[in-house]
T-cell receptor, first 115, second 113 residues
Framework: DAGVTQSPTHLIKTRGQQVTLRCSPKSGHDTVSWYQQALGQGPQFIFQYYEEEERQRGNFPDRFSGHQFPNYSSELNVNALLLGDSALYLC??????????????FGNGTRLTVT | RKEVEQDPGPFNVPEGATVAFNCTYSNSASQSFFWYRQDCRKEPKLLMSVYSSGNEDGRFTAQLNRASQYISLLIRDSKLSDSATYLCVVNKAGMEYGNKLVFGAGTILRVKS
């Protein structure tokens, strides 16, 4: 049973470009959360998707957007890339009704480098 | 003040040593607490949940002090393979859908032979 899978593993983009990262949740999970981890920092919450809608959002600008598909997979889009967007982007999934006490299990992440 | 604060370290300890990390959190309404371990350039992985009564998993012991709003992790008989960054994690209370976790910046542990 595959866990959370993310693609691509690594990505290099230029300032001003746009990027799309992809996440497939663990089988049986329908909620997807995205986190950004800059070098030397802990992961920061970007947003969470459930039933194809954004349900929660962290303190990230509108350049960060997402989507969830009927099969529960999700995309994270970042427009007008800045050097500061260089980070490890992590996806985690949960079954619905997991509640506040459930920990998150992350995919391997996508390492984005903006030059 | 940061929501979750940790001593960044690094903690440099010899094999076999006992080492303890502390973490403080600012939201008194937080409900769930975790320690994650992160190896270099890898994703964070759950090490253990932290319960009010304290809990142990082999060489690892976690404690929660709600009154003082701090969480601790004790590692006994350190192994070289324990070298990693340890992330203190707290849930964001009041979230309808739950699981909006707030991470500390991590504490670096280096175990040396």
């Amino acid at each position: 049973d595959a866990g959370v899978t993310q693609s691509p593993t690594h990505l290099i983009k230029t300032r001003g470009q746009q990027v799309t990262l992809r996440c497939s949740p663990k089988s049986g999970h329908d909620t997807v959360s995205w986190y950004q981890q800059a070098l030397g920092q802990g992961p920061q919450f970007i947003f969470q998707y459930y039933e194809e809608e954004e349900r929660q959002r962290g303190n990230f600008p509108d350049r960060f957007s997402g989507h969830q598909f009927p099969n529960y997979s999700s995309e994270l889009n970042v427009n007008a890339l800045l050097l500061g967007d260089s980070a490890l982007y992590l996806c985690a999934s949960l079954p619905s009704g997991a509640g506040v006490v459930a920990p998150l299990h992350f995919g391997n992440g996508t390492r984005l480098t903006v030059t | 003040r940061k929501e979750v604060e940790q001593d960044p370290g690094p903690f440099n300890v010899p094999e076999g040593a006992t080492v303890a990390f502390n973490c403080t959190y600012s939201n008194s309404a937080s409900q769930s607490f975790f320690w994650y371990r992160q190896d270099c350039r890898k994703e964070p992985k759950l090490l253990m949940s932290v319960y009010s009564s304290g809990n142990e998993d082999g060489r690892f012991t976690a404690q929660l002090n709600r009154a003082s709003q701090y969480i601790s992790l004790l590692i006994r008989d350190s192994k070289l393979s324990d070298s990693a960054t340890y992330l203190c994690v707290v849930n964001k209370a009041g979230m309808e859908y739950g699981n909006k976790l707030v991470f500390g910046a991590g504490t670096i542990l280096r175990v040396k032979s």
